[in-house]
């Protein structure tokens, strides 16, 4: 009998887990490809009055990326069936917490990206803004760490934009 159960549960677990397939996307998007297949992103222009100039390369980069390395649209200049447009806005830093002694020990920089979308296929029109922050200590100087923190800052605005036009959450 305990031959038989040790040939049989693996046999049994064997023919379960082929009979079965589940499918999850981990994009997370909620595109019907069979309607949208385009999509057109305008550059995103720095109209900030403070910013760093590399930002808008980088966050124009990010932004076009993730679109293609997470769904199957294409993109193009013009016409497409969803359009992105927008500009950076703000790009600032102040003091977040005070030390002891009186002088800023944390500073908080942040970003905000407003941006215009149109689904043509549903006619859905929207304008939002999206914001993302990142602190550094205040004894360290902002060339030192603004590449990474503008970075992060970049992600999270991207992920917030994508979140918000193909995903549905």
Same mark, same amino acid.
């Given at each position: 009998?305990? =031959?038989?159960?040790?040939?049989?549960? *693996?046999?049994?677990?064997?023919?379960?887990?082929?009979? #079965?397939?589940?499918?999850?996307?981990?994009?997370?998007?909620?595109?019907?490809?069979?309607? +949208?297949?385009? @999509?057109? /992103?305008?550059? @995103?222009?720095?109209?900030? *009055?403070?910013?760093?100039? *590399?930002?808008?390369?980088?966050?124009?980069?990010?932004?076009? !990326?993730?679109?293609?390395?997470?769904?199957?649209?294409?993109? /193009?200049? =013009?016409?497409?069936?969803?359009? +992105?447009?927008g500009e950076i806005t703000a790009y600032d830093q102040f003091n977040k917490a005070i030390s002891a002694d009186g002088f800023s020990s944390q500073v908080?920089? =942040?970003?905000?990206? &407003? @941006?215009?979308?149109?689904?043509?296929?549903?006619?859905?029109?929207? $304008?939002?803004?999206?914001?993302?922050?990142?602190?550094? !200590?205040? &004894?360290?100087?902002?060339?030192?760490?603004?590449?990474?923190?503008?970075? $992060?800052? @970049?992600? !999270? +605005? #991207?992920?917030q934009i994508f979140n918000a036009t193909v995903a549905d959450w």
């Amino acid at each position: 009998m305990k =031959r038989k159960l040790f040939f049989l549960l *693996p046999l049994s677990l064997l023919v379960l887990l082929t009979a #079965c397939s589940i499918s999850y996307k981990f994009t997370g998007t909620s595109i019907n490809y069979d309607e +949208i297949k385009t @999509i057109q /992103i305008d550059k @995103i222009t720095n109209r900030a *009055p403070y910013g760093w100039a *590399p930002m808008e390369a980088m966050f124009n980069n990010k932004l076009q !990326d993730l679109y293609a390395s997470q769904t199957r649209l294409k993109l /193009i200049k =013009r016409g497409g069936d969803l359009h +992105i447009a927008g500009e950076i806005t703000a790009y600032d830093q102040f003091n977040k917490a005070i030390s002891a002694d009186g002088f800023s020990s944390q500073v908080q920089l =942040r970003m905000t990206v &407003n @941006i215009r979308f149109t689904n043509a296929k549903t006619n859905e029109h929207w $304008e939002k803004q999206f914001s993302a922050t990142s602190q550094y !200590d205040s &004894n360290q100087q902002l060339t030192a760490v603004q590449e990474k923190l503008v970075t $992060e800052m @970049i992600n !999270d +605005i #991207c992920d917030q934009i994508f979140n918000a036009t193909v995903a549905d959450w």
